[in-house]
């Protein structure tokens, strides 16, 4: 096998309100619409879809229609270039509809972090300092 995330598919309660979250909101690129049912994301590298969270877990197995917890046990990082984007990715993320759930602050690795979760709860860590950026936008952490 290849060592390669190509998805990360969010399971959502409300498509068309994380489409105007993650395009409108944080500028995500799509041409997709709700109405198609699924949205992607072209980002730098891993490509991120948004799908009803019901149909997400019934395409499991039925055994996992259920109601979700408040921590889903995954967080998905941006990583940043300078310490000062930590807090205006942040303040981007608040005035989308986010909620900031651990504001910036120096962390214990070192660095710099917060997190905010999207309208269904997501976590996202935005984070500087843990690893340096290739040309093309990747993280380099070899």
């Known amino acids: 096998m290849e060592p390669r995330i190509s998805l990360i598919t969010l399971g959502v309660k409300n498509l068309e309100k994380s489409l105007i979250f993650y395009r409108d909101g944080l500028g995500f690129p799509t041409t997709r619409k709700a109405e198609e049912g699924i949205v992607f994301f072209q980002t730098g590298g891993v490509c991120l879809a948004l799908y009803p969270y019901e149909e997400l877990a019934k395409d499991v197995s039925e055994d996992f229609v259920a109601p979700r917890s408040k921590f889903p046990g995954i967080t998905i ?10 807090a205006r990715v942040l303040e981007l993320a608040e005035r989308a509809g986010g909620k900031i759930e651990k504001p910036a602050q120096d962390v214990f690795w070192g660095g710099h972090s917060g997190y905010f979760s999207d309208p269904d709860g997501y976590l ?3 984070a ?3 690893f340096e950026f290739r ?8």
């Open 77 to 86: 990082a941006h990583n940043v270039r300078t310490k000062e984007e930590v």
């Open 128 to 130: 500087w300092g843990a």
């Open 135 to 142: 040309e093309d936008g990747s993280l380099n952490i070899t």
């Open 124 to 126: 996202w860590e935005v």
